[in-house]
């Protein structure tokens, strides 16, 4: 193990494992190692995300709720800004250090913002963010993502440090402005705008793609939440009377992508 990797293992103390014993002490003998399993998956997660400013509710997954625990085999973790902004909630996955690919439970599927992978030594001393899996790069039917796949824990960081700035209401207002106008804007297509502009951010490193990337996704929500049927390429047809539409919703979005950059450098 070199520095660098020993400066991304998150130590796990007796305290952490004591608890657990206690929480899951009546339950059936065969379910108590994965239970602990998820439980010290979502408690990593949150105290590594911890080092950057993000603030989790550890005990608030339903990995560490007894019933819930026996019920689910969710390890979700939410995750706010330390101004108290939700910014979304990832599922926390083991994966053992021999384990070629991740697996994804088909249950939390399209409910995550991603799907972070754990590695746990066998004494359960330490763990590490071994990377993770935005949920717009996940398709179903395909829940298995190969470990060389799987996005670094810095763009991770890079990822939360995007949706807390755009969950930032003034952040929206000229892409609310412009919506408005075209369809109807809600709390739901707000969530929805904000889910494509990550993956934009995210997935795509040239400006020009991000652009279009995003921009023909929300089109399409535009136009869907207006209640137009959306059967072609693009939502808004490519005719002289909506080009300067189509322009200015690209114009929109380089100056978005433009200051989180700014603010981001």
């Known amino acids: 193990m070199n520095i660098q990797q020993f400066g991304q293992l998150v130590?796990?103390?007796?305290?952490?494992?004591?608890?657990?014993?206690?929480?899951?002490?009546?339950?059936?003998?065969?379910?108590?190692?994965?239970?602990?399993?998820?439980?010290?998956?979502?408690?990593v997660v949150g105290r590594y995300l911890r080092r950057f400013g993000f603030v989790c509710e550890i005990e608030e997954s339903s990995a560490w709720n007894p019933t819930l625990s026996l019920l689910?085999?969710?390890?979700?973790?939410e995750i706010y800004s330390i101004e108290g902004d939700e910014l979304g909630t990832v599922e926390c996955l083991i994966l053992p250090p021999e384990a070629e690919e991740l697996q994804i439970p088909e249950a939390v599927v399209g409910d995550r913002l991603a799907y972070i992978a754990v590695e746990v030594n066998p004494e359960q001393t330490w763990g590490t963010i071994v990377g993770f899996v935005p949920a717009l790069r996940l398709k179903s039917p395909k829940l298995t993502i190969k470990r060389e796949k799987l996005l670094s824990r810095e763009r991770l960081i890079d990822l939360l440090a995007d949706v807390e700035s755009l969950v930032e209401e003034s952040r929206l207002s000229e892409l609310q402005g412009y919506w408005e106008r075209h369809g109807i804007w809600s709390?739901?297509?707000?969530?929805?705008?904000?889910?494509?502009?990550?993956?934009?951010?995210?997935?795509?490193?040239?400006?020009?793609?991000?652009?279009?990337?995003?921009?023909?996704?929300?089109?399409?929500?535009?136009?869907?939440?207006?209640?137009?049927?959306?059967?072609?390429?693009l939502a808004?047809?490519?005719?002289?009377?909506?080009?300067?539409?189509?322009?200015?919703?690209?114009e929109i979005l380089k100056r978005l992508f433009q200051s989180l950059r700014e603010d981001l450098d």
């Open 11 to 43: 130590a796990i103390p007796q305290s952490v494992k004591q608890r657990l014993r206690a929480l899951t002490q009546s339950f059936p003998e065969e379910t108590i190692e994965t239970s602990h399993q998820r439980a010290i998956a979502a408690w």
């Open 72 to 77: 689910t085999e969710f390890a979700e973790l």
């Open 187 to 233: 709390e739901e297509q707000r969530l929805a705008a904000i889910a494509q502009l990550e993956s934009a951010l995210l997935l795509q490193t040239k400006e020009r793609r991000q652009v279009e990337t995003a921009a023909q996704q929300l089109e399409r929500l535009i136009a869907e939440s207006g209640g137009t049927p959306v059967n072609r390429e």
């Open 236 to 250: 808004f047809k490519e005719d002289d009377s909506e080009a300067g539409d189509r322009l200015e919703l690209r």
